[in-house]
Every structure is written in structure tokens, then in C-alpha cells.
DNA sequence: AGTCACCTGATT
DNA sequence: AATCAGGTGACT
């Protein structure tokens, strides 16, 4: 499910439902979910700890605790983390959950349990997001420093967008949304790429960015959360052999990096 | 830089 | 039965 726009909008969700809540249990039922932690391990350490607060970082959860540690969630390609009215009404995907002490639960539903969560000192956190790039929306995400990293980079564009080192955030449908709507063929090497074109397609990634969120925090926040299907404007992303929403050519698809990727043969060059 | 493994469920 | 899936890390 989650790109950077679906974990900003599970991440706000948590903030508002769940901040000062008080752990008062834990529930581990998948030792490779938590791993390198043991169920016992990470019990004892957040059961009786409150949650302060709730971050994004690229496509990482934080949850930070009143002790000076965080837990870090990474939903991968299938999960969510969510508070649950009733901790015992768990879902049957649920791969770990935190009770709370007013007897709801945060939970990390994960039908193919990819998800993980580790537990760090804040003094780690610098060192733990070592290999991050920059978040989109931060003042370090500027053109030069992405043209810089694209210059740098013999990588297919398409490519270097899902390198979670150039820019955090953008997975397979916004990488490959970006390129369409910047005009950009995905297999493009990246540092043959002008400066002009890479300056619009760093504008383009944050507008993209910026659409998804206002659109994902809407349909995130009505009940059902993301299951309404389709809520930002997808124009070639799963669409192989369907008209190109500008041209009518046929959406085409390739594989890159072992990953599909849809654009239009006629727009993207 | 490309391939595969990690898991499970949905679709072809 | 085979392929695919909005991610990432560990291989070759």
C-alpha cells in the first residue's frame, strides 16, 4: 500500500488518535517482524512507556517514547499501523500490536508480514538514517542538490527515483506518475538528463508528492481508510494497454530493477 | 546494475 | 500453476 503520501497519512492519523497513550502490553507473534529484538526483549522495553509522538521519516513511522527511545515501523509493500478500538479484536494479519492502557491497541496489520519494527536510542537516529536522502518537502531537497545526484548517477531515472538515497518518498506509482507527467522516458540515464528537464522533474516530484498527500490524509480519514480504491489521478501507473490520458498512445510496460514500469511511448522521450 | 528472497493473497 | 503486487536488503 504505502508510499510516502499513504505513510504521511497513516503517521497523522496515529498523532491525533494516539499521542499520550500509555503502552501497557505488547503482542509479537512474528520473531522475524522485530528481529533483531526478541518478543520478550521488546515487551519489557515499551510496556509501561506513553508515546509522545508521531514522525514520518521518508517512508519510516517513529514512534517516540517517554524515555528517549523511538520505535521505528517500516510498512514495506502490504502494511498498516493503526489504532484498534478493542486490543482483542485484533485482525488475524495483526504482527505485532501495542496495547494501550485505555484498552485500544496500535497495531501493524500486515496480510504478508514484510512490515518491521525495531526499537533505537534517539541518540541513533542520525546514524540509523544514514543511507536516507532528503525528504521532498525539506529545504536540502533543492534542484541543484537533486541535478547533482542525478549527474552523479549512470542509473535509468526511473531508477534513481526509487533509490531512497536521491529523494525519500517515491515508490513505484509516483516515481513512474513523475516521469509521465514531466515528459521523461524511465529509462533515461540519469546524468543525460539536462538541467532544465531535471529541475522540472524535481518541481513535478513535489507537486506529485503534494497532490498525493491532500489526497491520501482525505481518504485515509473516512472510515475504511485507503479501501475506496483510487484516490489520486493515476495516468499510466497499472494502466498497460489503455490510452494515454494526453496522447491515446498505448500505456506500455517494462521491467526496471525487477519492478513494472508503465509510461507512454509517445509523451515520454 | 541485475536478480532474488522475504511472505501472502489476488488474479490470470 | 504461474505471475504479479504501492519495498528493501542481500546477494551475484
Redesign the pocket.
Known sequence: ???L??VEAVTRKLQAEATGARISGGFFP?P?VIQPHTAAQLHKAVVGRSIDRFERR???ILAHLDNGTFLRV?????GNFLVIPDARLRP??ARAAFELDDGRAVVLDD????G?ITLHKESERDALFA?LGPEPFSPEFTPEAFIASAHR????IK??L???RAV????????AESLFQAGIHPARESRGISRPRLRELHRIIVEVLTV?IDS?VVAYSTPGG?SE????PVAV??REGEPCPRCGAKIR?I??????T?YCPRCQR
Request: proline share 7%.
Open positions: 500500500m504505502p508510499e503520501p499513504e512474528r522475524v521518508g517512508k519510516n517500516h510498512l514495506r509493500m502490504t488475524v494479519t496480510p504478508r508480514a514484510l518491521r543511507d548517477s549512470a542509473k535509468p531508477i534513481l526509487m533509490d531512497q525519500t518518498g517515491l515508490g513505484n506509482i509516483y516515481a498525493a491520501a485507503f480504491g483510487e484516490f489520486f501507473y497499472g510496460r521491467t526496471q530493477g525487477g519492478r513494472s508503465y
